[in-house]
């Protein structure tokens, strides 16, 4: 990839066709997890006349999900109260559905604006930011299926199977801090 430019109001960056093929293939990975969560919303008829969404009062039981999708109200987790575990439903019920959507949204920028081929990108600033959004959150899902940490090293002995995904989390690390830095120039 070359790292992505400002030019003429709008930001630049190449990928070569493997590399468009792993950031495709992850950004729709994660939307699929979304769009699956997202369909598990409860149904509520008053919901569908007011036009108010609603969306699961549990948190993800899988850990990905988890991570993107953090409670909203933090628990004392050697004392949650009954309040605090009611406050907690209630907020991932009512804001679930709108972080759900900016997520699914995102995704669907970097779908749109990747050729499957590879090729230049061309993006205005607002595809840029949906672009950071959706890195972050591939980065987000990779470092935790990873169990990436502060004191993991940058490279996995070569017998360990997350050593080849662990350099695709440090690639996407560069892409989306060269993004930053063109949006910044």
Known sequence: MRGWRRERGTVRGGFEQQEAAVVRGLVRQ?????RARSDEAPQDE???????RTGPAESPDDPVLGRL??????????NPTREDLDSAA???SL???EVLDAKIGVAAVVLETLPPDGGEVRLDDDQADAWLSALNDVRLALGTALDVTDDM???????DPRSPHLSVYHWLTWVQESLVQALTE
């Open 153 to 159: 090293p940058d490279e996995l002995p070569e017998d």
């Open 95 to 97: 804001h679930e559905p």
């Open 69 to 78: 999708l953090p409670d909203f109200h933090r628990l004392d987790p050697d």
């Open 46 to 52: 008053l919901a569908e006349l007011t036009g108010m």
């Open 90 to 92: 209630a907020l991932r």
């Open 30 to 34: 994660i939307d699929e997890m979304l």
